[in-house]
Structure formats: C-alpha cells, structure tokens
C-alpha cells in the first residue's frame, strides 16, 4: 500500500498501513533551503507567497527532506482578506494599515465573486502543486477560520487578548455578527476556490479560537465555523479544524462538523479520542518544543502519542502547532521516520 493515501484514509477513519505523519508550517524559516530561496528571491514574505514558482518550490522542499505524508500549500492565512479591501503587509509579523473598527468599516468590505479571479497565484500554485506531487503526497489547501481572520482584521496585527474584537463582540454585538457574515462568506468562497483548483483536503485554523471562555465561543465563534465548514461538505475532500488551546471545550469543537479535530498539546490525546468518540479523526498532539530534544527523548514522546491512540483508525501525527523556526531539521526527519517505523502495521 502506497503512503501517498495514509493522509487521506485516516481523515476517513481507515486502516492504514503505518500512522501518517506531517506538520504545522512544514514550509518555512527552520530549513536551510527555504532560508535559500528567500534570500535569492526579491520583495517580502507576502512577495513569496504570491509567487507560483517559489511558493510551490518551498511547499516541496520538507516532502524531499522530511518523508512526510501529506503536503500544506506555501501561504499565509491573510492572503484571504486582501480582496475585501484589506492592506496587508508583514514587518515581519502581519500588520493591517486599514483595520476594521467601525460600522462604515465593516459596509466597505467587499466580498468578491470571484475569488481565483481576485487571487490569482493561488490556483496557479496548487496546480503546479498538484503536478509535483502526482503519485507522492496529497496536497492540503488552507485558510483561517472566520474568528480568527475577524481577531486580525480588527485589532490590525498580532495581540495576545485581541481586545479591539471583543470590544465590538460584546459591546456591539449586531455590528460583530454583520461582520462575521462577510467574512465567512469570503472564507468558504476562498476554500471552494482551493478545492476547485485542485486540493484534496482543508484545513482550517483557528488559533486564536481558544481566546474565548466555552460558553462565548458557543455563542460568537462557533456558528460560523459550523456556516463554513458546512458549505465545504460534499465537495469530496476532508476538512480538518484546529483550534488551539481548545482542550477544555472539545465537544463543542466537534460541534462544528469537520472531518478531522486537531489537538494541540494540553490535552491526553487518548483521554481527549475517548471524549470525542469514534466518529470523528484526530490529529497531533506533540509538544513543538520537544524537537530541541535529544533524539532518544523525541523517540519516547512518538511512542507516548502513539501509545494513547492506542492503534484506533483516524489519527494522523503532527505537532500541537506550528514548528518553531530554530527547530534542528535532523530531529523533525527523525520524528518523521519515528513515527513510521513505531507505528508501521
């Protein structure tokens, strides 16, 4: 059985041959060669992600070193809301120079049509994409979900409360669900365009999700995650939805309806399949700084996660979030072919 479809069986709840493994930014500043070519290239981090040829070369690079499962598109998660009319740039984190935070603010966002029309370089990446990897990887599109792209688009830029939302969310509730109206509408057209171009699965992040006591994100967060994900059903591929720090809210994650739940690394992954049930994929959960670990300490983590899936179907291996850019490559190649070898039917 060839690995090239672990990826996609597991999110299906099938048996596979050997548990599927890849990770969060796979692509990006840990390995030399992505460091490469961003020095050859001009312009900045949102210049690479709009540029077919270099996007696409640096999603392959960790399928050529690592071994991994399954490929992510090269992008960001804010190439998304430019569209609607929104001034992104990166110095070096993302900043918008024209933040939501006003009614006007909100009726001037558009939603385009057309959004392969309005993104252009993306179906042309996942086509290059999906050329490279014939017969190899899956490719996995990508988008944030509809809190987490509102967090940004109000606050202008990174923040550890994003208070300038929840200002708007609790103190003008009707102007926060008008807004979230249009960005979910522009999230699922951005993923249909995704899956249309040629990805054979999504996933969906929501990192700030977990910023929000249950019952809030209940009542303001999850509505919209459910709108989106439910207009990405019966396109054929898997959605995949991770929430981070959500581990004291799990069923409500479940709640909205994606084929895959992504853990992060606060929760028992065995605990956490048990409260879950046996209807619904899961996947992670290492800790991204067990990579500065000594290998034989790396090997025991592997074997812990896998240990606590307890060799049920539908878990896929990951980090509980993005790996860290001064990560030693050689220790994500040794998780990779640890979690392999350990778990190799």
Known sequence: ???????????????VDQVPVWLMRQAGRYLPQYREVRSKGKGTFLDLCKDPARAAEVTIQPIDILNVDAAIMFSDILTAVEPMGMQLDFHPAPEFANPVRTRADVEALKVPEDMAQALPFLPDIIGRLRKAFEGRVPLIGFGGAPFTLACYMVEGKGSKDFASLKQIMYGDTELYHALMEKITELDSRYLQMQIEAGAQAIQIFDTWGGLVAPHDFERYVLPYAQKLIASLKGRGVPILYFVKNS???????????????????????????????????????LDPTVLYA??????????????????RPGFIFNLGHGILPTVPPENAIFMVDAVHRLSRA
């Not at 059985?1 to 048996?15: H, I």
Request: hydrophobic share 40%; charged share 25%.
């Open 1 to 15: 059985m060839s690995t090239e479809y672990n990826f996609l069986k597991a999110c299906r709840l099938e048996p």
């Open 247 to 285: 581990g004291t809210m799990l069923e409500l994650v479940k709640e909205a309806g994606s084929d895959v739940i992504g853990l992060d690394w606060h929760v028992n992954l065995g605990k956490a399949r048990d409260l879950l049930g046996d209807d619904v994929a899961v996947q992670g959960n």
């Open 294 to 311: 000594p290998q034989p300490y790396i090997e025991n983590e592997v074997q812990r996660i896998l240990d606590e899936n307890a060799g």
